[in-house]
């Protein structure tokens, strides 16, 4: 039951915040042309995040020390 509620609250997040970024993105292009500054700063940001993510997913010493390190 608890695992139920649980990913049900993260899907009601996760689409929630997705109808925010889009909603973000469609007044940046709204705003055009001064909106185009703020839809590549939102793309770097995003961008780097990803990078940020793929780098704490395949890091192999961060899984070394999850796996052998009691703290």
Same mark, same amino acid.
């Not at 993260?10 to 997705?18: D, R, S």
């Not at 705003?31 to 770097?44: H, K, Y």
């Not at 940001?45 to 704490?56: M, R, S």
């Given at each position: ?10 899907? &009601? #997040? %996760?689409? *929630?915040?997705? @109808? ?19 839809? &590549? #700063? %939102?793309? *770097?940001?995003? @961008? ?24």
């Amino acid at each position: 039951m608890k695992k139920t509620v649980k990913n049900f609250s993260f899907a &009601i #997040l %996760f689409f *929630a915040a997705l @109808g925010w970024v889009m909603m973000m993105v469609i007044g940046f292009v709204a705003a055009f042309p001064e909106g185009i500054i703020g839809l &590549i #700063l %939102f793309m *770097a940001i995003g @961008g780097l995040f990803f990078v940020a993510l793929h780098d704490q997913w395949t890091n192999e010493e961060d899984d070394y020390y999850k796996k052998n390190v009691d703290l």
